[in-house]
């Protein structure tokens, strides 16, 4: 059985499509593919939790071709059994979990490996389905099972100086990441200087958190996760109720909460002190 995780981008969405760094991790929920032999190929979703947009005919008639294109014929007769703990469009990454998890379920099936690096690469096959221009972060921190830096590809591991406890608050699901990366994209065109100026904002953000982190300053921490906040709903992202769970787990003692992933809905991740 196959296994991929969950993550969370702890600063840097949006502006990571743009070319600017980011920084995410896996969590604990998780997506599990079992590959077997059948005459009947396909995707079987076990866990109605998953997104539905995962659960149709349609979908295999797109992830099939990539497949192929990459395991070669052998890859047809396969039907890929998917039990997800990972709620959809919540800003989690179900589809770029799905995207490795098939690809290490057929790894598996043959008898074979690949590094993260590798996984990672056959991965963003399928995530161009989902998202059509994906930054690659997301199935990257996946590939890699790790707390990382990304920026254009280029994926660097960070050393915690100590362990990063979050809580995710979930608030109403968005309308797919590719639509809320397309509005941002919408409004670089209307207003490329303002959209820019945040981007910049954001990455000067990505850049100060890798050195608290590697510091182990949690209280700074917190404090670049709330201006992060505010930029992405400078940006359009945010919605009234994720700004009210940020709010929330402020007045509930956490250090910092900002929206993670796309916005327009989905999940708020707050750093508490350990
Ligand atoms: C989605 O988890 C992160 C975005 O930055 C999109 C991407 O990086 O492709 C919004």
Known sequence: MAQARAKIILAGEHAVVYGHPAIAQPIDLEVRIHAIKSLEPGLVFL????????????????????????????VEKLVFEIDSDIPGGCGLGSSAALSVGLIRAALEHFGESGSPEE???????LEKIFH????????????????????????EKINAYRPLKFSI?????????????EAVRQRRLQDEVAVNKIFSGISEIVFSMRSQI????????GLLMNRNQRLLKQ?????????????QAIQNG???????????????????AE
């Open 47 to 74: 866990n109605p939790k998953m997104d539905p947009q995962h659960k149709s005919d349609s979908l295999f008639a797109q992830v099939q071709p990539k497949l192929v294109s990459l395991f070669g014929d052998r």
């Open 119 to 125: 996984i990672a690469l056959m991965a963003l096959e």
């Open 132 to 155: 059509g221009n994906p930054s690659g972060v997301d199935h990257t921190v996946i590939a890699h099972e790790d707390l990382i830096w990304f920026q254009n590809g280029q994926v």
């Open 169 to 181: 608050m979930m608030a109403s699901p968005h309308a797919g990441t590719r639509a809320v990366v």
């Open 214 to 221: 590697e510091q182990g300053n949690l209280r700074e921490m």
């Open 235 to 247: 940006l359009g992202v945010s919605t009234p109720e994720l700004d009210q769970l940020c709010e």
């Open 254 to 272: 956490a250090l910092g909460a900002k929206l993670t992933g796309a916005g327009g809905g989905g999940c708020v991740i707050a750093l508490f």
